[in-house]
Nanobody
Framework: QVTLVESGGGLVQAGGSLRLSCVASGRTINTYRMGWFRQAPGKEREFVAAINWSGSKTDYADSVKGRFTMSRDTAQNAVYLQMNSLKPEDTAVYYC?????????????????WGQGTQVTVSS
């Protein structure tokens, strides 16, 4: 079982940037697909971004394309989400997730392990 811990959330003004980190422990995530999801109050958890095991392919939700960049660092056993040009509608708890079944990409049920989440609040 892999344990995921997110960090880097906070309060930022619209147009600002944040970099989220997700560090894994318990086992290496080098063979896992990794994802970022977010959940706003009263809404369902939604897909934000994913990266394949090698880091050669990334996928993004339409709402964040061109603003967010996901990356991974094998040596650190971690993944990151660089968020630029933040908007108030990006406000949510952001979760890191790991998947090694490779049955899907965009649904929370496609992922095996989850972090506890980190709050991102964007003020207008």
């Amino acid at each position: 079982q892999v344990t995921l811990v997110e960090s880097g959330g906070g309060l930022v003004q619209a147009g600002g940037s944040l970099r989220l980190s997700c560090v894994a422990s318990g086992r290496t995530i080098n063979t896992y697909r990794m994802g970022w999801f977010r959940q706003a109050p009263g809404k369902e958890r939604e897909f934000v971004a994913a990266i394949n095991w090698s880091g050669s392919k990334t996928d993004y939700a339409d709402s964040v394309k061109g603003r967010f960049t996901m990356s991974r660092d094998t040596a650190q056993n971690a993944v990151y989400l660089q968020m630029n040009s933040l908007k108030p509608e990006d406000t949510a708890v952001y979760y890191c997730a790991a998947d090694r079944r490779f049955v899907g990409l965009f649904s929370p049920s496609d992922y095996d392990s989850w972090g506890q989440g980190t709050q991102v609040t964007v003020s207008s």
